[in-house]
């Protein structure tokens, strides 16, 4: 390694000013007295500027120490060659010279991204480009070293030294990348040195090069939620606001080139099944079945005219393409003032892996394509004309493709205005479809690959499930049910046996089993496969707690005060469950990483009298959990949800309080623990609730589902842990659950609601602001209690499903999304006895959307495979707690695989069933937590990687946080006292400071508690709202688009939900109504019209149906 005082990794950067250069190098040993020698070029070193020095450590447990230094050289004379050398008195770097460009000037680029230490075949040709003078700036778009942190970050320091010869001449810009993700992205942010963008890091920033104003963003916030889902919704915001700034006229006309850099492609024609295969890409399209901060249409809206691209290893150039049309500028000269943006993808210059093989019929859209090694050159001609080239290194550099860019006129594609005045008002009055008896849980989803979301629902009475397929207005065909087991509660969608088709898994809470039923991938499902559970399984959720790429289950035993986790085998199979003690009276399971260790925990709600509480079972990455944590809350609660509400990056817990008519915030740590509640009012005793921005204000709102109110409440938060108050919908009767998604493709969340009640569901269409249309019902199966969106048939439309808590129906109903906020009728899915929650994931790993139903008087979990048509396999059942009342999915042990947590109502536990990645789930892992755990919520609340969960407590009044370990166990319970009736729990940034807070909606106390998080996993004491009467869900989004969240809360009694539009300081605004049907259960958000606006939909579990709700904010 040489002299260790010796500068090493000596490269250049621009600072966004043109006569300023900034350069970075790094020493293996403290140095004093660190300075750049400059001169003009063949002068003396004149000229000094002394450098700044930042310790870099290495994430690894060697905690390996480099120290870098940097110093930038300002008032240069522009259009000059300089010469330089970095160093100290213990040491100096040979010299280097670089060359300033008039703004004026044409700019010349290499463009290219995953090159590697090992097989970097294109690097000499680079190096010799970069000498020779040949470019003004590189351009690499992600993936670096293959990987940075290994070996202690030593292949970092090979890499950046390997670099050495190209970026010490010549200003290397970078994006991150996949592989640069480890330690959340340390290697990336210490060791480069791009344009701030106000936060002090540089994942995404902008700045002005010439003709240009290029763009660097972070496409890998959409894949690795474990570190903060608040940076997804930072970078949108912020990237809105660059567009903004560079579109306004006096700059658009200054800098009319925007071209924008990011690692993982929107399109691209390559085989492998995780990228190109996926109709929605996340950066496209954005969230998985919600369909939220997609990118293509803002780059569209705002006249982006190149977007580079790398991450597929080869060379692609695609026609001008907007939502998956070719918009060429003719025939004869397709790239001359195009439609749409021009897409490049140049990921081929290296890396040690292999070539990613191409699909064997050429797509549309795809103009041309090679797998040689090799890079891209870009030169900007002038203000209307942009060249590029593709040189083959495999051919001694041959240019092997080229094409101009003319655009003559530098503007939107479409007639995009910005907005002036935040919507006040997310959703309007839904409208209602029929399910079976007492829809219960919805989710959506695409179930027959359409393009529009559909819906599945619950129907407890009936024991089915309704599955109604979504048309393009928004509106829903006629359901049809299939059968599930007895009493089904809650359903999931996920694709468990890895064919790419969305299936269904249905908790069955009186027949103590799990209906798992197959997608076909038409809409249509298989008949279920039954596994057994704990008693009385109220709540299921998927997700991956082993890391074996294969979705697991994790499903509350209500009757049993467990949680089981079932770990999935990929083939619609799984495991035998694992049980893990919480709770009492396990209600809720929700699945995320609250601790930031990249392993799923668990949290949920225990919904029993004499324990308000949440448990949080810290997830061991093997599929195991460690013991629960318990957090007192203020109320019984069926549901906890997680969420960043105050922008902390520590996700926070928002409980729903089924007797107080509130929502609870806790707000996460990060290190697992939570601190604090804070109470928001919504509807009549709250039952569910889910989190997100349904007014694109980049703040996480609520969405609850109050009960006993017939009502949902909607708290738009202030982005800093506090919410407005609540807007209260009225709905059907009982709407039990609710779920958000983009039903008729306006790009606007929509929501839909089971109604228990009168067994059918209602769809609202969202305006985008926090306010709903009128609403939409469509029918389920009996007494929806829970409601879940995800996309079945993989046609890029949400679709629903519901758990049908009837036990008599013991069914799930799954509605398909037409994509316009509407649904198909249901098709329902027998699971077992009183299905009452349910979660949707990829149980199985095979790109088709899987189901997992909590079956409340069965004490068992139902996962259910998808065909990835909107079809499912028959349910497989997995043992959990007693009364399993809430499940949530996500990773708990970091296996890759999905793992379940469940909220066990009667057992006051939570179990944890870790997914083996195959469609089963092991044995249950039980967590004890509060009294009556009815809803939970996984997120980091301690920022230490590691899923924590939040679990609202029922008849304890607080929540319980428990801390995952990242291996699928959980640390015991910490308790954080809220109003009185926990029933539903959300997080998110309520308060924009970075952390994590929790809502919860208290049913008894008709209100919402917000509980700010401190982001070492504790809360500060709960602020209280009031809501509709008996709030029994509660969700978080920014449903105005005011960059506050907000909440949304199904108030029971009153045939409505509430939306409680945030301040962005932890407060809410007083609740919006919006009727739904009656007996509402729970509630989902999700863009169910493809807008980039948070929807709800509520299961109405008297009525059996479910409630969209479509966010219309502008």
């Known amino acids: ?36 020698e400059y001169s003009l070029w063949n002068g003396t070193f004149s000229l000094r500027e002394n450098a700044t020095m930042s310790k870099f450590i290495d994430g690894s447990s060697a905690h390996r120490v480099l120290y870098m230094y940097r110093a930038t050289l300002k008032n240069l004379t522009m259009d000059t060659v300089y010469m330089y050398h970095v160093g100290s008195p213990a040491g100096l770097s040979a010299k280097y010279s670089f060359r300033t460009i008039l703004d004026e000037n044409r700019k010349s680029f290499a463009v290219y991204g995953d090159l590697g230490v090992v097989n970097a075949q294109s690097l000499a040709r680079l190096q010799r480009d970069a000498q020779l003078d040949y470019y003004d700036a590189i351009l690499h778009v992600g993936d670096f070293a293959y990987d940075m942190d290994a070996d202690e970050s030593r292949v970092g320091d090979q890499f950046m030294n390997e670099i050495q010869e190209i970026a010490a001449y010549v200003p290397y810009m970078v994006a991150p990348g996949n592989h640069e993700r480890a330690y959340n992205f340390s290697n990336y942010k210490s060791r480069f040195s791009m344009p701030s963008n106000g936060d002090g890091e540089n994942l995404w920033y902008s700045y002005n090069f010439g003709l240009a104003h290029i763009i660097s963003f972070s496409t890998e916030v959409y894949f690795w939620w474990e570190f903060g889902f608040a940076q997804i919704a930072n970078q949108y915001r912020w990237l809105e606001q660059d567009l903004q700034w560079a579109t306004a006229p006096e700059n658009r006309t200054k800098y009319p080139w925007i071209i924008t850099m990011g690692h993982q492609p929107m399109y691209c024609s390559n085989a492998n099944q995780d990228d190109c295969t996926f109709y929605d890409s996340r950066p496209r399209s954005g969230l998985p079945y919600i369909h939220t901060f997609g990118l293509e249409k803002l780059f569209y809206d705002y006249g982006v005219d190149l977007e580079l691209w790398a991450h597929e290893h080869s060379y692609e150039r695609l026609w001008p393409i907007y939502n998956w049309t070719v918009y060429e500028g003719s025939w004869n000269e397709p790239y001359t003032n195009p439609g749409a943006p021009t897409h490049v993808i140049s990921g081929s210059a290296g890396c040690y892996s292999k070539h990613n093989p191409f699909l064997n019929q050429t797509q549309l859209y795809s103009a041309f394509r090679s797998d040689d090694y090799g890079y891209s050159r870009m030169k900007i001609i002038n203000s209307t004309h942009l060249y590029m080239e593709q040189v083959s290194d495999d051919q001694g550099g041959k240019v092997i493709d080229n094409f101009t860019l003319i655009r003559e006129k530098h503007e939107p594609y479409s007639n995009h205005k910005h907005k002036e005045v935040v919507c006040q008002i997310p959703y309007g009055l839904p409208n209602r479809y029929a399910t079976g008896d007492a829809p219960f849980s919805i989710q959506s989803g695409d179930f027959n690959n359409d393009k529009k979301l559909d819906i599945a629902v619950t129907n407890a009475k009936s024991n089915d499930i309704s599955v109604l397929l979504g048309n393009e207005d928004g509106s829903f065909r006629s359901q049809t049910t299939y059968s599930a087991g007895s009493y089904p509660q809650s359903v999931t969608v996920g694709d468990f046996n890895n064919d790419n088709k969305q299936d269904l898994a249905v908790a069955n809470t009186e027949s103590d089993n799990m209906s798992l039923l197959l997608g076909n991938g038409d809409g249509t499902f298989q008949n279920q496969l039954i596994y057994s559970t704990g008693a009385s399984p109220t709540s299921l959720a998927a997700g991956d707690f082993n890391h074996d790429n294969k979705l697991d289950l994790t499903i509350v035993n209500n009757g049993e005060d467990t949680i089981t986790v079932m770990l999935g085998h990929g083939d619609g ?8 003690a919480v709770g009492h009276s396990p209600y809720f399971v929700t699945v995320a990483d609250f601790n930031n260790d990249t392993n799923l925990d668990l949290v949920v709600a225990n919904n029993n009298e004499n324990d308000k509480s949440i448990s949080v079972l810290l997830g061991n990455g093997d599929g195991t959990f460690q013991n629960q944590t318990k957090y007192a809350v203020a109320d019984n609660s069926y549901s906890v949800t997680v969420g960043d509400f105050n922008n902390d990056t520590k996700e926070d817990l928002a409980l729903v309080n089924f007797i107080l008519n509130s929502v609870s915030i806790l707000f996460g740590n990060g290190d697992g623990t939570f601190h604090n509640e804070t109470e928001y009012l919504v509807g009549f005793h709250p039952f569910s609730a889910t989190v997100g921005d349904f007014n694109n204000d980049s703040k996480l709102d609520l969405a609850v589902v109050n009960a006993f109110g017939n009502s949902a409440s909607i708290l738009l938060g202030n982005g800093d842990g506090t919410f407005q108050n609540q807007t209260e919908y009225i709905i059907g009767p009982f709407p039990c659950s609710v779920i958000l998604g983009d039903f008729n493709g306006n790009n606007k969340l929509d929501l839909i609601v089971s109604n228990s009640g009168s067994n059918t569901i209602e769809v609202m269409l969202g305006n985008g602001d926090g306010t709903f249309q009128n609403r939409k019902k469509f029918i389920t199966g009996s007494q929806p209690s829970f409601v879940a969106t995800g996309d079945f048939n993989r046609d890029a439309k949400l679709d629903l499903v519901t758990s049908n808590n009837d036990d008599q129906d013991r069914t799930i109903s799954v509605l398909l999304g037409n994509g316009d906020g509407t649904f198909q009728n249901q098709t329902k899915y027998t699971v077992a006895d009183t299905p009452h929650s349910l979660a949707i994931g990829d149980f199985n790993n095979d790109n088709k959307l899987d189901l997992v139903v909590g079956n409340l008087d069965d004490n068992s979990a139902s996962v259910i495979l998808g065909n990835g048509n909107g079809t499912f396999h028959s349910p497989t059942k997995y043992r959990v707690g007693l009364s399993p009342f809430f499940v949530i999915i996500d990773d708990f042990n970091n296996d890759i695989n999905l793992d379940l947590a469940i909220g066990n109502l009667d057992s006051d536990s939570i179990s944890v069933l870790l997914g083996n990645g ?32 939040a679990v609202a407590n029922y008849f304890d009044n607080y929540v319980s946080v428990l801390l995952g370990n990242g291996d699928g166990t959980f640390q ?26 929790i809502a919860v909606a208290n049913y008894k106390g008709s209100s919402v508690s917000v509980l700010l998080g401190n982001g070492d996993g504790t809360f500060k004491n709960a602020i209280v709202y009031s809501s509709g009467i008996s709030p029994s869900w509660v969700l978080s989004a920014d449903l105005n688009h005011d960059g506050k969240l907000d909440m949304v809360l ?39 019209k493809d807008n980039n606006k948070f929807d709800l939909a509520v299961s109405n579990a008297i009525d059996n149906t479910i409630t969209i709700f479509l966010n219309d904010c502008s």
């Open 573 to 580: 199979t799984f495991q035998n469950q694992i049980k893990y």
């Open 918 to 949: 195959d469609g089963t789930f092991q044995n249950q892992t039980v967590n004890e937590v509060g009294h009556g755990p009815c809803s939970l919520i996984a997120d980091d609340f301690n920022n230490d990687n590691k899923l924590d969960i």
């Open 1050 to 1088: 199904i108030n029971s009694y009153e045939n409505s939900i509430g939306v409680m539009l945030g301040n962005g300081d932890g407060t809410l605004q007083t609740q919006i109504l919006y009727t739904v049907g009656t007996g509402r259960a729970s509630m989902t958000l999700g863009s169910f």
């Open 972 to 997: 015991n319970q910490a308790k954080y006292e809220v109003d009185d009736g926990l029933s539903s729990v959300t997080a998110g940034d309520f308060n924009n400071d970075t952390l994590v807070d």
């Open 1 to 36: 390694m040489g002299d260790n005082y010796q500068p090493e990794q000596i490269h250049l950067s621009y600072t966004g000013i043109s006569n300023e250069m900034l350069v970075t190098w790094s020493t293996q040993l403290l140095t004093n007295e660190t300075y750049v």
